[in-house]
């Protein structure tokens, strides 16, 4: 599974951008995906996640409501929709997929996108 991940940008803070990932894979409704991020010196992280199936959403505890995950199976792209952002979200964000499953939304991510940078000023 080819994961193309775009939108990234530079924002002042409170500002918003829209991620997208998007994929060839035919099965991409059997699929859960996922954005992580990870800023320069520090570990990737989790940031959210979306089920298969579109039903159930996950989001890291700073999210805190100002992000917002969604997929459209018929285009074969999950979107991130984040507002509010804040000089901490600046980091390389990067979309994942892992074959449904269960247990946490967190951890079974086999395809990575390529990542695309974030930047956000205060």
């Known amino acids: 599974v080819q994961l193309q991940a775009s939108g990234g940008g530079s924002v002042q803070a409170g500002g918003s951008l829209r991620l997208s990932c998007t994929t060839s894979?035919?099965?991409?409704?059997?699929?859960?995906m996922g954005w992580f991020r990870q800023a320069p010196g520090k570990e990737r992280e989790f940031v959210t996640a979306?089920?298969?199936?579109?039903?159930?959403?996950y989001y890291a505890d700073f999210v805190n409501g100002r992000f917002t995950i969604s997929r459209d199976d018929a285009k074969s792209t999950v979107n991130l929709q984040m507002n509010s952002l804040r000089p901490e979200d600046t980091a390389v964000y990067y979309c994942?997929?892992?074959?449904?499953?269960?247990?946490?939304?967190?951890?079974?991510?086999?395809?990575w996108g390529q990542g695309t940078q974030v930047t956000v000023s205060s």
């Open positions: 979306i089920n298969w199936s579109g039903t159930s959403t």
């Open positions: 994942a997929a892992r074959p449904r499953m269960s247990g946490s939304a967190r951890y079974g991510y086999e395809y």
């Open positions: 894979e035919r099965t991409f409704s059997r699929y859960d």
